[in-house]
């Protein structure tokens, strides 16, 4: 397996105890700044979505120009978002949990607040806890729209919920909601697949309109399908969240952006034709595969609890060396790390707490 340039490999004079996860940040910025550029225009937003790192520093940068505020993907992740400043966060899931509606009302007198919804039970009881805190909570329906999780299956019923929204105290109606999934290059059919689930979504939209609901916001689309979603008349803000830090699996797309995140390993032991760096799967995320190599070739690579074994050929870099693996799954990889090393130019910066770590509740 030979390398792909995927970042740019960190200077070796960067030290710091191993396995550690690091972020270049020149290039988190620069991602930030090319999203940017790409919505100039078009009258779409930006919603980024913070379970790709779970880091409120990191949150802070991709703030401006076409951010609208954050998404999570759970009431623990808006919390700490919440907790470090943030004053606008889209719960973008279903909350059913009693516990977790209370604590969500307890963030919407503190924060905007949105939260998705597909059914008309949980809707009444954040009604009631709404109404009973004295705070206004934002819904947008969720439509399901291809993956056949959450989400309403018809405009009817998307129209009967917005009926149900729009006469209980303490919600407001913002529009609507669809996620697509992360869908590939090679998927059979993919450009009929987002064709159909945006069709599926204006066709909500549309019929909600005409029943005389509010629909000021149509918020979809992953960095997978950003431009598609960005062509896209009806979408009007973007839920992406991984082009900030980028995945292996996703550079083969006509995509602005580069991986900015790399898990260093030591070289742990040596023996002809291979290497083990103190890698392992306590570390990296594995859901798409193995971590790439960052500025050297490897024959192949196995990755276990603690260990990277690397097939390679002489010469071998020595023991006590520091090498770079880009993660092939950057939101599971940030998931399994207390703090992130932060690194611009030639020097480790910072390193941040990964506040929301573990907050999947």
């Not at 947008?140 to 919920?161: K, P, T």
Request: net charge negative; aromatic share 4%.
């Amino acid at each position: 397996m030979r390398p792909v340039a995927m970042s740019t490999p960190l200077p070796s004079a960067l030290t710091v105890s191993t396995p550690a996860l690091v972020v270049d940040l020149d290039i988190f910025e620069a991602n930030v700044a090319a999203l940017d550029a790409l919505l100039r225009g078009t009258g779409k937003t930006v919603r980024p979505h913070v379970k790709t790192h779970r880091t409120p520093e990191l949150a802070r940068r991709q703030l401006g120009g076409s951010v609208t505020g954050l998404t999570s993907s759970t009431v623990g992740e808006a919390e700490a978002m919440v907790d470090a400043g943030f004053d606008d966060l889209l719960v973008a899931n279903e909350v059913v949990d009693p516990a977790k509606i209370a604590r969500l009302v307890a963030l919407a007198d503190r924060a905007s607040i949105t939260v998705a919804a597909d059914d008309p039970e949980p809707v009444a009881a954040l009604s009631r806890a709404a109404t009973a805190a004295g705070v206004t909570v934002g819904v947008l329906i969720d439509v399901d729209i291809l993956l056949h999780r959450c989400g309403v299956g018809s405009a009817r019923d998307a129209i009967a919920l917005a009926g149900q929204i729009e006469r209980l105290p303490g919600l407001r109606l913002r529009g609507i909601m669809g996620y697509e999934g992360r869908l590939r290059l090679t998927d059979d059919d993919r450009s009929g697949k987002i064709a159909g689930a945006y069709a599926a979504l204006a066709e909500t939209a549309a019929a909600l309109r005409d029943a005389g609901f509010p629909v000021d916001v149509v918020s979809a689309a992953g960095t997978s399908t950003l431009r598609e979603a960005l062509a896209d008349p009806t979408i009007t803000e973007i839920q992406a969240g991984v082009y900030a830090l980028m995945e292996p699996e996703l550079l083969i797309m006509d995509l602005p952006f580069r991986c900015a995140a790399v898990l260093r390993g030591t070289v742990i032991s040596r023996h002809p034709g291979r290497i083990v760096l103190d890698v392992g799967r306590r570390v990296v995320g594995m859901e798409y595969g193995p971590p790439v190599p960052v500025g050297f070739a490897v024959q192949a690579i196995s990755i276990g609890d603690e260990h990277a074994t690397m097939m390679m050929e002489d010469p071998l870099p020595p023991l006590g060396s520091q090498l770079d693996l880009t993660p092939g799954q950057v939101r599971t990889t940030f998931n399994l790390h207390d703090h992130v090393w932060v690194s611009r130019g030639d020097s480790i910066v910072d390193r941040w707490p990964i506040t929301a770590r573990g907050s999947s509740q």
